[in-house]
């Protein structure tokens, strides 16, 4: 009789009538391990991996909406992944021929990413955008100078928000410059360089496609390696930087939405007069037409204006300020 002690799987398996498998002596088991690439060591943290998905959910969805108001279709995006790859291996991911634009990042020292639309996204797209509305054929080859010229414009919509996402981390000024039909003629850097790459599952048409967004690593060095805790003191820059930020800011201030609502002066009811209204029923306010109103600002009142017309829609003249 053997002294080890059996394990509740064992037991388990005794009990439903199997005999367990008897384990070689002096053996044991070993956890699940993972093979550690010292000469290209992950450079994308837990945190910094929940904030690259969430960046690019947010611009999967929008670049979804875009595209469902553009081509007046169903539209679906996912974002399947955001990994770190070499960029030999984007380049082996890509199919023979591929729709891969380049784009070039400003104040980068040269340095270019790619857009890549799969066979299918990308002839969906030329369907859809010279007005097409049946199923859309993929063949199977290059895409012509027109066809480019079509998803040329999705391209750049891609290219804009990127910048977008990542503008409250890195600056990135992109710039379309050329096609490529064959994934090897994408020398944009060496085969050994990191880069980032972000996989979104595009479904249109009954069919799925991918597409796919490259960054080189160098350009994202500031998001990678900069403290979860954002700097409130330090350098501020040249002044050039200085005027730039605040440009940005002063944009992103002028284009917040702010509610804003309009309130009669208090008025008081009967209860009975309440329980009188019904649909298309008059509620006297017992108030004169020109008597003021108060204009609240994020629930702050912070003017008084009297009620107007302009054209056939009701408007508010601010008459003081509170």
């Not at 799925?208 to 954002?230: A, H, I, N, Y």
């Amino acid at each position: 009789m053997t002294s080890e002690t059996l394990s509740q799987e064992e037991i388990d398996l005794l009990f439903d009538g199997q005999k367990p498998s008897t384990p070689a002596l002096g053996r044991a088991r070993r956890p699940d391990v993972q093979v550690y690439d010292f000469r290209r060591p992950s450079r994308i943290s837990k945190d910094r991996l929940r904030s690259l998905e969430a960046m690019y959910d947010l611009l999967a969805k929008s670049l979804e909406n875009w595209l469902t108001t553009r081509l007046r279709a169903q539209v679906e995006l996912n974002l399947l992944e955001v990994q770190q790859f070499s960029f030999g291996e984007f380049v082996m991911s890509l199919p023979t021929p591929c729709a891969s634009f380049v784009f070039d990042i400003a104040d980068s020292g040269g340095q270019q990413g790619v857009i890549d639309f799969g066979p299918e996204f990308s002839f969906f797209l030329v369907d859809r955008l010279l007005g097409g509305s049946g199923p859309t054929v993929v063949l199977d080859r290059a895409l012509t100078p027109l066809e480019r010229m079509m998803v040329r414009i999705a391209a750049e919509r891609v290219a804009s928000l990127i910048s977008e996402i990542w503008r409250d981390h890195v600056r990135l000024e992109l710039e379309v410059t050329r096609f490529e039909s064959i994934p090897d003629m994408l020398q944009i850097a060496n085969r050994e360089d990191p880069v980032l790459v972000a996989n979104i599952e595009v479904t249109a048409d009954g069919t799925r496609s991918q597409l796919l967004l490259c960054l080189p690593f160098g350009v994202l060095e500031k998001f990678f390696t900069s403290s979860g805790m954002k700097r409130i003191h330090g350098p501020r820059g040249a002044e050039h930087e200085r005027e730039a930020d605040r440009r940005a800011v002063e944009a992103a201030i002028l284009q917040t939405n702010v509610p804003v609502h309009v309130r009669l002066p208090e008025f008081e009811l009967s209860v009975e007069q309440l329980a009188s209204l019904n649909e298309g029923g008059v509620l006297l306010t017992g108030r004169a037409p020109d008597e003021e109103v108060e204009v609240y600002i994020a629930e702050q009142k912070r003017f008084k204006a009297v009620v107007r017309r302009t054209g056939r829609k009701l408007a508010v003249c601010i008459t003081d300020e509170v």
